[in-house]
Antibody, heavy 119, light 108 residues
């Protein structure tokens, strides 16, 4: 059974960099599929941040391109997200999920990691 | 960018049929996926490729896609179906995932 678990600081100061990791178990991130990050501000809908393929190729949301960076760590079987120059509007529950190709749907999700941006 | 439009909310009585729409320009040319998100939980995929159900999803959940509207249909609605529902597509023009704004379904 594939499982994903997000982790990282729950509080980040404005203008700093948000860093999250997603530990994957039950499947090797380098074997196939794509791996995505999706966020959900409190009380709001889902917003895709970006996806990274098992090859390392990335796709990013046009609205976040330039601030978001996804990476794979095959030795730890995890994926990472860095989001620079954060503001209060980046406060959200951040999910990682496995993305199937070519359908591009997300079939396994983590439970999410809440990040608050505040001084 | 590509926009998916969902009604913000709807309500349905137990045992009845719920239909949740997702509007987009020529959406029938895209594959639509649907997620259920119960309060305090992560989203769960309930329909992919317009009408296919993942293992473990009840047959009461079905989907269709035609013209500018995709529809998630939930038959014989139960109290446990009360949740937010999101549609999602892949927009190949910009190589990006697009989510609809979500529909909060209340079971009366």
């Amino acid at each position: 059974q594939v499982q994903l678990q997000e982790s990282g600081p729950g509080l980040v100061k404005p203008s700093e960099t948000l860093s999250l990791t997603c530990a994957v178990s039950g499947y090797s991130v380098s074997s196939g599929y794509s791996w995505g990050w999706i966020r959900q501000p409190p009380g709001k809908g889902l917003e895709w941040i970006g996806s990274i393929y098992h090859t390392g190729t990335t796709d990013y949301s046009p609205s976040l391109r330039g601030r978001a960076l996804l990476s794979l760590d095959t030795s730890k079987n995890q994926i990472s997200l860095r989001l620079t120059s954060v503001t209060a509007s980046d406060t959200a529950l951040y999910y990682c999920a496995r993305q199937r190709v070519p359908s591009r749907d997300f079939d396994y999700w983590g439970q999410g990691s809440l990040v608050t941006v505040s001084s | 960018s590509y926009v998916l439009t969902q009604p913000p909310s709807m309500s349905v009585a137990p045992g009845k049929t719920a239909r949740i729409t997702c509007g987009g320009n020529n959406i029938e040319s895209k594959s639509v996926h649907w997620y259920q998100q119960r309060p305090g939980q992560a989203p769960v995929l309930v329909i992919y490729y317009d009408r296919d159900r993942p293992s473990g999803i009840p047959e009461r959940f079905s989907g269709s896609n035609s013209g500018n509207t995709a529809t998630l249909t939930i038959s014989r609605v139960e109290a446990g179906d009360e949740a937010d529902y999101y549609c999602q597509v892949w927009h190949s023009d910009s190589d990006s995932v697009v989510f609809g704004g979500g529909t909060k379904m209340t079971v009366l």
